[in-house]
């Protein structure tokens, strides 16, 4: 579908991202210690940086001085000093100086984020994970394997471990390791040796590596007869093709409104979530604003008519990782009226970055520019005056002051220059991420439930039930929906789950001891604080073995019905159908309706807010 940009066009900028929030160095602002970096910086490269003509003399003069300073270093130090590093070490100095999300990318590390970002790779199409060995060295172990791809070709299943590449043992290999070792040339050929469970013998595969696709989107299936699910994990080259060839399945299948899950999705290509923006919104519609100190870099985007899912009922989930493209589409959408948002305040990442790329391939990832929603918000949240540790400090204590609130009383309580109003009249708030229409606070009261997903037993003790019941994949092989309808974890099952959960450290009282508090680590858990928890525990073990039967988009259709989230969106979606195009009346509408949730429907009527 084609876009309206304001000035330049899409095409005119397509490096420009919004780094996802996990990206994030972990770097000090404004550190002392930084400026000797720079200093480091302009010597160590002074073969390209002295051959610049400064424009500003005083530019000059402070690149004259650190380039002397780095040569005194070089000649003096008591060491030899390693130019490279040191060079590495100055651009990172430089970068802390800016802000939270300019940073410096090794030419290595650059290499991993392309392909994430290109949505395509040239390896053996699996994913894995470490799985500890007898020896108590880590092996890997096939998670799942790309359908039509090289490994499964050649037989290779879900659950084997790889304990040799190209004849060399691969038991103790890092994920460095791994990538290095199975990634390469399309048509060039890798020989893995394989321990099947189950099978006394090793097996040995020769796999011809090929492009392998890096899909953008966790699931798409139809929750009921008339609600479709999409879950976006990033925005990379290939989302709106993913998203529109879904989106086309759904409607396909009689779907008549739509939940779009961006929650945990951390950003990437900017022109992407302009697309997915564009699918909903109306021609003309502001989809967000560029603004720098620097006229080529300002922009604007706008919506054309043709937007697959226009006028029927949207609902967004979010939440506290949703960040940069994710917020573009969540504010859109919200100042719009066009979506009801649900879920929790996202993270506040509104700075776009542009790859400078260096000489040795590695890349400075710079902020050029702010992006503003429709109304005029800014998404960034305040960074200046502190370091890195005090920017992610002030996220988590308005993660816990949401928690204890509701919409209404946060935007009460905020500045009048902080609220803004939407297109028609609804207040909502800027100062730093994305405020949802309804808030969902976190459950914190099922503490034994955080023991456990915190040591992560649901997904091992998946793997070892996999490995136990080799039968399972023949059993269940081309019966996805009878998995979903009829699979259970019975209670013998349950006990096995449980007996996981106390070897990766959890303490369990036995019915003649007593459950104590205090730290996860020291607290000892009730056999009733278990048992209360079986249902939801379950349903988690049921979604990760249906991701190993069934790949990764069966996980979701599985976990989404004990999802809190999930479950408290599915209640709003009145709500949602208000805020859906039913024309130019859409405003009396939302104005004369009376809420579901009165403590969280923010107030109507009056003009947008000229804040800019």
């Known amino acids: 579908m084609p876009l309206t940009t304001v000035r330049q066009g899409l095409r005119a900028a397509p490096r420009l991202l919004l780094v996802p929030a996990a990206l994030m160095s972990s770097k000090k602002l404004f550190s002392v210690g930084a400026a000797f970096g720079i200093v480091l910086l302009i010597g160590g490269a002074a073969g390209f940086l002295l051959a610049l003509r400064w424009q500003d003399e005083d530019t000059a003069r402070s690149a004259d001085k650190l380039s002397h300073a780095f040569r005194l270093v070089e000649k003096n130090y008591v060491e030899a000093v390693d130019s490279e590093r040191v060079v590495e070490r100055g651009i990172e100095g430089m970068l802390d100086e800016l802000d939270p999300h300019s940073a410096y990318i090794s030419a290595a590390k650059m290499k991993q984020v392309r392909e994430s970002f290109n949505a395509e790779f040239e390896g053996i199409g699996i994913s894995y994970e470490f799985a500890r060995g007898p020896d108590g060295r880590d092996t890997i172990a096939v998670l799942s394997v790309l359908s039509g791809g090289p490994s499964e070709e050649v037989g290779l299943l879900p659950g084997d471990r790889i304990v040799e590449v190209a004849d060399s043992s691969a038991i103790g290999f890092t994920s460095a390791e791994v990538q290095k070792s199975l990634k390469g040339p399309k048509g060039s050929e890798v020989t893995v040796t394989v321990r099947r469970p189950g099978r006394p013998e090793q097996l040995d595969f020769t796999i011809e590596r090929d492009e392998i696709p890096l899909t953008t989107l966790s699931a798409a299936y139809m929750v009921d007869d008339s609600t479709g699910y999409i879950k976006v994990n990033r925005f990379a080259r290939t989302t709106h093709r993913e998203f529109t060839e879904a989106l086309s399945k759904l409607k396909g299948k009689g779907m008549e409104r739509l939940m779009l899950d961006l929650r945990n999705n951390t950003g990437g290509y900017m022109s992407q979530a302009v697309r997915l ?336």
């Not at 919506?303 to 899912?309: K, R, T």
């Not at 009878?482 to 259970?488: G, H, L, M, N, S």
């Not at 999930?566 to 009145?574: D, L, T, V």
């Open 277 to 612: 923006a564009d699918a909903f919104l109306r021609d003309s519609e502001d989809i967000v604003v560029q603004k720098s100190r620097h006229d080529r870099y300002d922009d604007q985007y706008e919506a054309e008519s043709g937007g697959g899912w226009e006028q029927q009922p949207l609902m967004v989930l979010v939440d506290q990782q949703s960040a940069s493209a994710s917020e573009i589409v969540a504010g859109a959408l919200q100042d719009h009226d066009r979506a009801l948002l649900v879920g929790r305040r996202t993270f506040g990442k509104g700075l776009v970055q542009k790859q400078f790329e260096l000489p040795d391939e590695s890349v400075v990832r710079l902020t050029i520019a702010r992006y503003y929603t429709p109304t005029g918000r800014l998404i960034q949240t305040d960074y200046a005056g502190g370091d890195q540790q005090d920017y992610l400090e002030e996220k988590r204590n308005r993660f816990e002051y949401d928690a204890t609130h509701t919409v209404s009383e946060i935007i009460a309580r905020a500045p009048d220059s902080l609220v803004y109003r939407t297109k028609h009249g609804r207040r909502v708030l800027g100062g730093g991420g994305i405020l949802p229409d309804v808030l969902v606070a976190p459950d914190t009261s099922a503490t034994f439930v955080q023991a456990v997903r915190s040591r992560n037993v649901p997904e091992h003790f998946a793997r070892q039930w996999i490995d136990t019941h080799r039968e399972a994949r023949t059993r269940w092989e081309g019966r996805r929906k009878a998995f979903f309808r009829t699979f259970e974890v019975d209670p013998e099952m349950y006990d096995d789950f449980l007996a996981m959960a106390q070897e990766r450290g959890l303490r369990l009282a036995s019915s003649s001891s007593r459950p104590s508090g205090g730290p996860d680590s020291a607290r000892v858990f009730s056999q009733r604080q278990a048992q209360a928890h079986r249902a939801y525990l379950s349903t988690r073990i049921k979604g990760r073995i249906a991701r190993r039967l069934f790949g990764q988009s069966a996980l979701y259709p599985v976990i989404n019905d004990v999802d809190p989230l999930f479950q408290e969106a599915r209640r709003h979606w009145p709500r949602a159908r208000r805020l859906a195009r039913v024309g130019p009346g859409a405003g009396d509408v939302l104005g004369r309706v009376q809420p579901t949730t009165p403590s969280n429907e923010q107030a109507a009527g009056g003009a947008l807010d000229s804040k800019q």
